[in-house]
C-alpha cells in the first residue's frame, strides 16, 4: 500500500547571520519547487523548518525553546532542524526534541529534494549531515525576502580555526562558487530590478574561482560592480589576514563598490588575538585600516568585539578600548564570549565570570556610542546619495541608507511619490549615534 502522507505546507524561521537568512530564501525557493506551499505561521503549517544558529549559547538556546513548545498537541506536524545548530547536534537533536524529523545542516541543503520524499514516503527521521563535500548549494529558485537589497553567496564554508568559534564545525571547509556563476546570478538580479548586491561568505577574503579564470575576491567585486544596473555592492564577512589591498584598489577604482568595510577584530591585544588564533597581530590589523584611510572615497568601518575571552586581563580590555578609540568605527557588533561545543577556547583556564563580561560589554558599548556621537555629528550639512529602502509611518520620514551603510531618515514635502528603492539625495540636519536625519533635495 502506498504510504505516502502529504505534507505540502511548510513555514519557515530564520535565527542568525545573513548568511543563514540567504540560505533561508534558497531552501523556501527548493521546497516551493517541490510543490510545497509557504504560510505565515507554524500552526497553519504542516512542516516548520528552523534555520538555526549557534554562534552563541544564547541563539542555540532560543532553537531549543522552539522546539519545547512543540512537545505537546502538535499532531500530525513535522518539525525539521537546518544550520548551524543541526549540524552541531546532529542526531541527539532526535533524542532531546523527538517531534523532530529532519535534521539536516547547511553543508547537505542539495539533499534536501531528496530528504522531503523519504519524509514523504514514511521515514521518520532523516539526517543530511555529512560535511565532506565541495559542492556549493546554488539553485535558481531563490525567493528573495529583501525588495532593495539581493544576497549572493559566494564562497561557503571556513577553513580558519579560530579559537571560540563554531563555524569551520557547522558549516564545513571552504567551498567557492565559479566567478560565471556568480556573475550570471548577479546579472538576473539586475534584470530583475535589483540595483544593490551584497556578496556573502564567511570570508569572503578567501574566495578563489575554482574555474581556469582563477578569480580572487578583488577581481570578483570588481567583475560584480561592473554588472549592467547595479549600482551597489556591498560584501560580508572579512577576515584581517586574508584582507589584501587589493580590495580597497578595488573600491578605490570602482565607484559602484560600497565605501563600506567590515572587518572584525575581536580583541585590541595581541595576545588575546593569540589565544583566538586569529593569525594576526594588533599592528597587522591597525596596518589594513590604515590602507582604508589612505584610500580615495571616506570609507565606513564596522566591527565585532569579542569582550571576555579566557584569560583576557584588564589591561588586554584596555586595549580594545584603545583600539575602538584609534579605529573611530563607524558601527560595532560586541558580545560577551561564550564558550562552544568542540572549539580549542573551551579547555583554556582563566575563564572570567559572566559578571565581568557583562561589565566589560557595557563599557565597551559606552565608550562606542560616545565614538558614533562624535562620527555622526561630523555627517552635518554633508549631502548623501541614498538607496530608499520604505517609510516609517510612525516618524513620516523615508529610511535610506548611504553608501557607507549609514540609515538615513528623511522627510520629503509631498509624500505623494513612493520613493521606495530610489536613489535619492538629502542633507544631513541631525545626527544621533545610530543614524543620520535628512532633508531631500532632489
Ligand atoms: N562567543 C562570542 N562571540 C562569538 N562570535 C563568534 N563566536 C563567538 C563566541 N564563541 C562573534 C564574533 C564573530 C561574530 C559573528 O560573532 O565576533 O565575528
Ligand atoms: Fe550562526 Fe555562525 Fe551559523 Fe551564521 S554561520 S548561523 S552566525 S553559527
Not at 556549493?136 to 571560540?164: M, Q, V
Not at 568559534?165 to 564545513?172: D, K, M, S
Not at 560586541?334 to 559572566?354: C, G, H, M, V
Request: some cysteine; hydrophobic content about 35%; overall charge neutral.
Amino acid at each position: 500500500m502506498d504510504q505516502r502522507i502529504s505534507v505540502k505546507t511548510f513555514y519557515i524561521e530564520t535565527f542568525g547571520c545573513q548568511m543563514n537568512a540567504h540560505d533561508s530564501e534558497k531552501v523556501v525557493g527548493t521546497l516551493i519547487g517541490q510543490g510545497y506551499t509557504q504560510v505565515a505561521t507554524p500552526d497553519e503549517a504542516e512542516l516548520v523548518f528552523y534555520n538555526t544558529c549557534s554562534i552563541r549559547d544564547k541563539a542555540e538556546q532560543k532553537v531549543f525553546h522552539r522546539l519545547q513548545q512543540f512537545k505537546r498537541g502538535a499532531k500530525g506536524k513535522k518539525i525539521a532542524v537546518l544550520g548551524c545548530v543541526a549540524q552541531q547536534e546532529g542526531e541527539k537533536i532526535f533524542e532531546k526534541a523527538p517531534n523532530v524529523s529532519m535534521v539536516c545542516g547547511s553543508a547537505s541543503y542539495n539533499k534536501l529534494p531528496e530528504l522531503l520524499v523519504q519524509l514523504e514516503t514514511g521515514n521518520r527521521r532523516v539526517t543530511g549531515l555529512s560535511l565532506d563535500t565541495d559542492l556549493t548549494f546554488e539553485t535558481p529558485l531563490t525567493r528573495r525576502d529583501n525588495p532593495h537589497r539581493a544576497y549572493i553567496t559566494i564562497i561557503e564554508g571556513c577553513d580558519k580555526s579560530c579559537s571560540y568559534c563554531v563555524v569551520p564545525f557547522t558549516r564545513g571547509p571552504e567551498r567557492s562558487r565559479t566567478g560565471a556563476s556568480v556573475i550570471a546570478e548577479a546579472t538576473d538580479i539586475a534584470r530583475a530590478g535589483y540595483t544593490e548586491i551584497q556578496l556573502l561568505g564567511q570570508n569572503v577574503n578567501s574566495y578563489r574561482d575554482p574555474s581556469p579564470a582563477a578569480w580572487d575576491f578583488a577581481k570578483l567585486l570588481d567583475e560584480v560592480g561592473r554588472v549592467d544596473g547595479i549600482r551597489r555592492v556591498r560584501f560580508t564577512t572579512s577576515h584581517p589576514r586574508d584582507f589584501v589591498k587589493e580590495i580597497i584598489d578595488a573600491i578605490d577604482a570602482n565607484p559602484a563598490l560600497c565605501d563600506h568595510v567590515h572587518l572584525p577584530v575581536q580583541s585590541g591585544s595581541s595576545r588575546v588575538l593569540e589565544g583566538m588564533r586569529r593569525q594576526y597581530t594588533r599592528a597587522q590589523y591597525m596596518e589594513r585600516i590604515a590602507w582604508m584611510r589612505a584610500a580615495q572615497r571616506p570609507i565606513a568601518i564596522s566591527t565585532d568585539i569579542i569582550v571576555g575571552f579566557p584569560g583576557e586581563t584588564e589591561a588586554d580590555f584596555e586595549e580594545t578600548l584603545a583600539l575602538l578609540d584609534e579605529v573611530g568605527y563607524d558601527s560595532i557588533f560586541s558580545f560577551k564570549y561564550s564558550p562552544r561545543p568542540n572549539t580549542w577556547a573551551l579547555a583554556l583556564a582563566d575563564q572570567i565570570s559572566e559578571e565581568e563580561k557583562t561589565r566589560r560589554l557595557a563599557i565597551v558599548q559606552e565608550r562606542q556610542r560616545e565614538i558614533q556621537i562624535r562620527q555622526n555629528a561630523g555627517y552635518l550639512g554633508r549631502v548623501e546619495e541614498c538607496l530608499v529602502e520604505g517609510f516609517n509611518r510612525a516618524t513620516g520620514q523615508w529610511m535610506g541608507r548611504t553608501s557607507q551603510n549609514k540609515p538615513l531618515n528623511f522627510l520629503r514635502r509631498s509624500a505623494d511619490q513612493d520613493l521606495s528603492g530610489r536613489y535619492v539625495h538629502a542633507r544631513v540636519t541631525r545626527a544621533g549615534p545610530n543614524s543620520l536625519v535628512g532633508e531631500c533635495v532632489n
